[in-house]
């Protein structure tokens, strides 16, 4: 493809000022025939990057999603160095190096291609930024230099893009005119630098302008083999909000498959009649929990019994606490303590056998395998009853099997403070998120032919 700004600045070098003016109403086109098609890309998990075997991938993947739930709750504690420096302050309750899906897209013009994390739990849009970079982690791919780039420009601190990182105290610092942030993560990575905006290259060549991002110069951590993260949560600077897109959607294929599972951003993003819908239930004002996408879970059925399990459980409380979010990075979904009590003891009770150790694989349920063989290990059907839905998993959705060490394990894990369906009971179900409408459609799908 070309790219209408880095032929702009050719036009104005050249003095065709009947070409410059051409070229100054094309992005406006470009922008919005990209919209009216919508955007397909493709996510892959983080394992399927390196020569893991299954039971491998299955370790990584607790270790991320036990990082990403002991983080949820978490925030990390201001920089200093940012406040004095008039950065914003935002502590993202979610850990970056506990990444689950990986995008990849392109920065900059000419473009430059860029693995990033896809977070529907955070807003902020991040790369490692060579501005210099002063504190940058390993990367697979080259560093963005802002200074190679004719699209970069520096975000004003008095801009309303600057105030959407929600610390306006901390926002404007004479002489600096510019937007400093700082953004940290529960398992100690943090990004520090400046937000601008930026031209990304989306799929197959659809290129979007004036995108803010932040440009990191100072980074501490890991976001597991990528260069920065995406938000698509649901405040102002996610890359949802940003498009101005009114729906996305995604669709996991299975955990042990290595083919790329399909996002659609706008039109493209559709599902049958037959899916079922459940609305977002209201975020917590202000903060980070701001940007989770809440869901209302009513009850539990295991085999073809409600769980007697209080639906206060799931709900949030008036201070913000509490309540059921739907995530990309968690890979094993977490119930509230009290609810995941009542779920182990339902299914141990229907599985009838012997117990055995999953801490190798980060789960606290596991059976023993008549004869060593995980696919003979009999469970109940296990249903999800939201409000005005009911999510039935398949098997492969809740059982997670180690053939080697012939257990069959409960792929959750319990939680204190709120809850979280995860990735894994995710997988074979294509989901729609229908932000004007304020509604989550979800049906069961073959991910890998769509």
């Known amino acids: 493809y070309t790219d209408i700004s880095y032929l702009f600045l050719r036009t104005m070098a ?43 991938r299955i370790r990584r993947a607790a270790d991320r999603s036990h990082r990403r739930v002991n983080g949820l709750l978490a925030a990390a504690p201001p920089s200093p160095a940012s406040l004095q420096s008039g950065g914003a302050d935002e502590t993202a309750a979610v850990h970056a190096s506990a990444a689950t899906y990986l995008v990849d897209l392109a920065i900059g013009t000419p473009p430059l291609p860029i693995t990033a994390v896809l977070d529907t739990g955070s807003d902020l849009i991040w790369t490692l930024c060579d ?46 005119p510019g937007c400093a942030y700082y953004f940290s993560y529960g398992d100690g990575t943090s990004t520090d630098g400046a937000l601008a905006t930026e031209t990304l290259t989306l799929g197959s060549g659809t290129t979007v302008h004036g995108i803010a991002f932040g440009c990191g110069t100072e980074n501490l951590g890991s976001t597991d083999n990528s260069s920065g993260v995406v938000g698509m949560g649901r405040g102002p600077l996610s890359l949802a909000s940003q498009l101005g897109i009114t729906r996305f959607s995604y669709c996991f294929t299975p955990f042990s498959d290595k083919a790329a599972s399909p996002l659609y ?48 459980v799931f709900q949030l409380s008036p201070m913000g606490g509490g309540g059921f979010i739907i995530d990309s990075g968690t890979t094993f979904t977490a119930l509230e303590e009290r609810a995941f009590v009542v779920l182990a003891r339902a299914v141990a009770a229907r599985v009838g056998l012997p117990l055995a150790s999953g801490a190798h694989l980060g789960l606290s349920l596991c059976f ?29 959705s809740y059982v997670v099997e180690d053939r080697n060490a012939g257990v069959a394990c409960l792929g959750m894990v319990s939680m204190r403070g709120m809850s979280v369906l995860g990735s894994l009971q995710q997988q074979s179900m294509h989901f729609l998120y229908d932000l004007e409408g304020g509604v989550l459609s979800f049906e069961p799908a073959e991910c890998g032919k769509l």
């Open 131 to 176: 501005a210099p970079c002063r504190k940058c982690f390993p990367q697979p791919t080259p560093l963005y230099a802002p200074a190679m780039s004719a699209t970069y420009a520096n975000v004003s601190c008095r801009s309303s893009l600057c105030e959407a990182l929600r610390n306006p105290r901390y926002h404007c610092s004479a002489p600096d």
């Open 265 to 312: 951003l706008g039109p493209s993003a559709t599902l049958s009649t037959t899916a079922q819908s459940t609305p977002f239930a209201p975020n917590p004002a202000g903060g980070r929990r701001s940007s989770y996408y809440y869901l209302t879970l009513e009850g539990i059925t295991v085999g073809e019994t409600l769980l007697p399990i209080d639906p206060a």
């Open 14 to 56: 050249s003095g065709r000022s009947l070409l410059l003016w051409l070229l100054l109403l094309l992005p406006s086109f470009a922008i919005s025939s990209a919209s009216s098609r919508g955007i397909r890309l493709e996510l892959t998990h983080a394992d399927t990057r390196g020569d893991f075997t299954g039971i491998e």
């Open 368 to 396: 023993a395998a008549p004869e060593g063989k995980t696919e003979a290990v009999d469970v109940p059907r296990l249903v999800f009853h939201f409000d005005g839905a009911d999510m039935a998993l398949p098997r492969e």
